[in-house]
């Protein structure tokens, strides 16, 4: 929870309010959309349900405006191969409705905070296509750095990384 929003596991009661939010071309110019059907989208959401909180206990969680109670994004932590590597990469997307009210921040600073001070991560990545500025700086202002470039599935994406452990280190 934050000042301004609550942030909780996803459920499958929170399907439909996601279809809001995805319905939005510009929601999903960067990222993947939801499932045609929803009853697939369902049965997709009921095994991640099942499988990522059950087996990591974390995930993407559901955001919420506190004071009204909608379901306004999805925020959090999936663990992700690269290469020769796992990392954990910070994820959200909030309703268009929503931007440039300080939310994605908000909520990205929460899984940040849990990431650090509940699984004692050392650091975060982020992968945002290249064309995504807003992201982008999104990224820089939560203190994420660059690190790399690549291409997958014909998109071009940064890889930017945050330390989690410079508070600790600052203080030896």
Sequence with gaps: MTKRLLIREITLDDVDALYG???DERVTRYIPGLQ???QEERRMTKAYIE???????????????RSTGRLIGRVGLTPRQMDDCCVLELGYVIDAGHWRQ?????ACEAAIRYAQEELDCEELSAFIRVENTASI????????QYFDRWQQDGFQFVWYIKELCDT???ME
């Design 21 to 23: 939010i995805y319905g």
């Design 36 to 38: 045609k059907d929803p």
């Design 168 to 170: 600790l280190n600052n």
């Design 102 to 106: 300080g939310y994605a921040a908000e």
């Design 137 to 144: 700086a999104l990224a820089e202002k939560l203190g994420f």
């Design 51 to 65: 499988s990522a909180y059950a087996f990591y206990g974390f995930g993407l969680w559901a955001v919420f405006e």
